[in-house]
């Protein structure tokens, strides 16, 4: 009699014990079901990749590699914020693509400075696709989804891994644990070595870019290995890289928007910048080793163009004003 009680009592015990397992496993099974569908996807944050304002290969080789993440995923009414983290260039965050008809149809951030953020908030389910209008080959994508239909595949999932799966919750918790704390491991790791990579100062072409179709047309690249090259070399260079970019950058994205729209305006501008980039070409048979140097062929270049776009205009506008007056 005494061994039955000890035995029933045992017994109460394990069934108790797996009773309260059971419930566990529900409870936490039932909160994996339903806490992304409420908030995981009302909001995410858009930033551009370390560096990404040259075009290394680690960003165009990837697909959607300029802009972290380069998919993101938002239910229609969540938010979407652009957040310019990047240590050295402005971007922007505009929808369509480079070479398409469809720019800023949807939204545009403006140029971001160093540190700017702007949002968007989706009204419909589709693909949208971006990029940086200062470096077109920063491309991203966002994928807008109904709440709804998230809601009920996570439901689905849900009931099905409580009805039949019998992989326990808490390995599963403990492995999806474990792969977020490699994957901001990996993600620190390769943000602390982009960082201590010297990135070239400058960014990208823009307005050359929209006048010959491409950024690896031979202009861009003319003019994208002088200022790597050449000017960046010395520090006067690079001091007048900084100043002339916050000048460049406040107009440019207008410029080459101007140029995607209007086909006409694009050829007055591909005849207008042919003879600064005759002239800048001459910079690639001097030698430039010192301050001094850079400074003196610069300002000789200034001196130049002013005289091409501003001296030989007014010189031709008097004599024909002269000729009229005769």
């Not at 079901?33 to 990404?52: C, H, M, N, Y």
């Not at 505009?94 to 469809?102: E, F, L, R």
């Not at 943000?191 to 950024?215: P, R």
């Not at 970019?245 to 501008?269: C, G, H, I, T």
Request: net charge negative; hydrophobic share 40%; with cysteine.
């Amino acid at each position: 009699m005494k061994f039955l009680c000890i035995y029933t009592s045992n017994l109460s015990m394990k069934t108790k014990a797996i009773c309260s397992f059971f419930v566990l496993f529900a409870i936490v099974a039932g909160i994996g079901a339903t806490t992304p569908a409420a908030f995981a996807q009302t909001e995410v944050t858009i930033t551009p990749d370390l560096g990404s304002g040259v075009p290394t290969d680690d960003c165009i080789d990837v697909e959607y590699g300029c802009y972290i993440p380069g998919i993101a995923r938002v239910d229609v009414g969540g938010k979407v914020i652009f957040s310019n983290t990047d240590s050295e260039f402005a971007h922007t965050f505009t929808s369509g693509t480079p070479a398409g008809d469809d720019v800023m149809d949807i939204f545009d951030s403006g140029l971001l400075a160093v540190g700017g953020m702007d949002e968007w908030i989706p009204e419909t389910a589709g693909e949208f696709p971006y990029f940086c209008m200062i470096h077109p080959w920063m491309q991203g994508l966002i994928i807008v989804q109904e709440a709804a239909a998230e809601e009920e595949i996570m439901e689905g999932e849900g009931e099905e891994l409580v009805g039949g799966e019998e992989v326990m919750e808490e390995e599963v918790v403990e492995e999806v644990m474990e792969e977020e704390v490699v994957e901001e491991v990996m993600e620190e790791e390769t943000m602390m070595d982009e960082t201590e990579v010297t990135e070239e100062e400058g960014g990208g072409c823009l307005i050359a870019t929209a006048t010959f179709g491409s950024e690896l047309a031979p202009q861009v690249q003319q003019l994208r290995e002088l200022r790597d090259n050449t000017i960046l070399s010395t520090e006067s260079g690079t001091a007048f890289m900084t100043g002339f970019n916050q000048f460049y950058y406040s107009f440019s994205p207008m410029v080459a928007d101007l140029e995607r729209e209007n086909p006409v305006f694009k050829e007055v501008m591909k005849l207008t910048l042919t003879p600064m980039l005759s002239s800048l070409s001459l910079l690639n048979y001097v030698d430039i080793d010192s301050e001094q140097e850079m400074l003196g062929y610069g300002i000789s270049l200034i001196l130049l163009n002013i005289g091409m776009y501003v001296g030989i205009p007014a010189f031709g506008i008097l004599k024909l004003y002269q000729f009229r007056k005769n």
